[in-house]
Structure formats: structure tokens, C-alpha cells
Nanobody
Framework: QVQLIESGGGLVQAGGSLRLSCAAS????????MGWFRQAPGKEREYVAG????????YYADSVKGRFTCSRDNAKNTVYLQMNSLKPENTATYYC??????????????????WGKGALVTVAS
């Protein structure tokens, strides 16, 4: 069984930065990927970033490209989402999720096997 625990959410002023962490415990396949999703009240869940554990290759949604950076520390089984130049519309609950399969492309917003409980990010204007 895999557990994912997010941390690092909070309140930040527009233009500020936050770094989310997602610590994974359990059996994690080295070729799997971790994804970051967000969901704002009344809106659909959005796949914003992804990273492969082994190669470190990344994916970013157009809405965050150039502002968000996804990285991982394999030794700690932890993935990070550095969020810069935050905007009020980035306010949402952010979730990390693990895809333990070997066949899905990093751009796929589906196929996640495990989810964290979420971290609330609030960006004040």
C-alpha cells in the first residue's frame, strides 16, 4: 500500500511563492510517475504537473508553465512543486497522486492509483 502526504500549503499574497511537498511511503515503482492536480471550488480537477521518478522528465499544463517547477528527491521518496508568481486564480486544493503503471504517458491526466489528501493553497489579491 502506498501513502502520499502533502505539506506546504498556506496563504500567500499574489506574486508570492510556495513549495508543496509530497512524501510517498510504500512500494513505488521506479518507472512510475507522480502528478500534481488542483481543484478549486466549483471547478473541475486540473492536472497541472507531472514527473517520472526515474528519468525526472516533467510535464506542465500551459496554465502553470514557466511559473511552477516539479522536482523529486528519490532518496527521500518525495516530490516537490515549486510555485512562483502565484495568482489569485491559483487558489485551490492541490493533490499529489501516484501512477504506478509503466505504460501511460506523462501527459495523461488519468491512471493515478493513489492520492494524497490535499493541501490548500490560498492566494490573496
Amino acid at each position: 500500500q502506498v501513502q502520499l502526504i502533502e505539506s506546504g500549503g498556506g496563504l500567500v499574497q499574489a506574486g508570492g511563492s510556495l513549495r508543496l511537498s509530497c512524501a510517498a511511503s510504500g512500494r513505488i515503482l521506479s518507472n512510475g510517475r507522480m502528478g500534481w492536480f488542483r481543484q478549486a471550488p466549483g471547478k473541475e480537477r486540473e492536472y497541472v504537473a507531472g514527473i517520472r521518478w526515474s528519468a525526472g522528465s516533467t510535464y506542465y499544463a500551459d496554465s502553470v508553465k514557466g511559473r511552477f517547477t516539479c522536482s523529486r528527491d528519490n532518496a527521500k521518496n518525495t516530490v516537490y512543486l515549486q510555485m512562483n508568481s502565484l495568482k489569485p486564480e491559483n487558489t485551490a486544493t492541490y493533490y499529489c497522486a501516484l501512477d504506478s503503471s509503466l505504460g501511460l504517458p506523462i501527459t495523461a491526466p488519468w491512471g493515478m492509483d493513489y492520492w494524497g489528501k490535499g493541501a490548500l493553497v490560498t492566494v490573496a489579491s
